[in-house]
């Protein structure tokens, strides 16, 4: 894994992995240099830019799931399974709207199922099980399009898309397509509703003017013929 991250000034940081070490190389060499950010590291390096700083999640040699960044050492286990029976992987993190979210794949112990999971790693809560129950560890990513974050997931040859809501949610992109499209009926009726309100309304004081009018000339017409005008009420 390499990702290159803009730091200002010009200046970017490029994060890939060697051997066991996650190593950082700032750029251009002149201003910067390259130093070892950790070591123990086994896979699944994925990262993010956060509050001006980078935060970066791995899977280490001790089968644990850590949380780190670019400054200092504070690194946080966020998932720790020392037999591998989970066999934690694919791990995505993601900034969203500044909260962090871990996706991540893992098998079942006691079953021979691969499932999807997310969660906040910087919050205590309970890992939700993404959709879908595979056979082999499934392939999972987060796409950003426009308002949207879309997980694809499945395996290769047979993905599925989802809509990540902004409540944490995951639901399917056709069940999100149909409530949307749910949405614009509705908003079409309360717009039809409305314009027919103000129909009857017009219709209403059209109907008085008129009245109004006809009484008027009336009462013209009587004048000019001689004849005592009525009261118009």
């Known amino acids: 894994m390499n990702e290159v991250f803009e730091q200002g000034a010009q200046q970017k940081l490029v994060l890939y992995t060697e051997g066991n070490e996650i190593i950082a190389v700032r750029l251009p060499l002149r201003t910067g240099g390259e130093y070892v950010l950790r070591d123990g590291y086994l896979a699944d390096l994925t990262a993010v830019v956060l509050e001006n700083t980078i935060r970066f999640a791995w899977h280490s040699l001790e089968h644990r799931i ?27 993190l993601v900034n969203r709207e500044g909260k962090l979210w871990l996706f991540y794949t893992a098998k079942e112990p006691a079953e021979s199922v691969w499932k999807g999971y ?11 099980e993404l959709p879908g129950v595979y056979d082999k560890r499934p392939v999972l990513e987060i796409h950003r399009l426009g308002v949207w974050w ?3 997931m499945g395996l290769p040859g047979k993905f599925s898309y989802f809509i990540w809501d902004e409540n944490g949610k995951i639901v399917s992109a056709r069940e999100q397509a149909v409530r949307e499209e749910q949405k614009k009926i509705k908003e079409q009726e309360q717009q039809i509703a409305y314009i027919s309100e103000q129909y009857e309304q017009l219709r209403k004081i059209t109907i008085e003017l008129q009245e109004d009018g006809r009484r008027m000339m009336d009462y013209i017409r009587q004048k000019k013929s001689g004849h005592p005008p009525k009261k118009v009420p």
């Not at 969660?119 to 939700?128: N, S, W």
Request: glycine content about 8%.
């Open 118 to 128: 997310l969660f906040q790693p910087e919050e205590e809560e309970a890992a939700r």
């Open 66 to 92: 850590i949380l780190s960044d670019i400054h200092g050492r504070r690194d946080q286990v966020v998932l720790s399974d020392a037999m591998n029976a989970s066999q934690y992987g694919g791990l995505r």
């Open 150 to 152: 879309i997980l694809e």
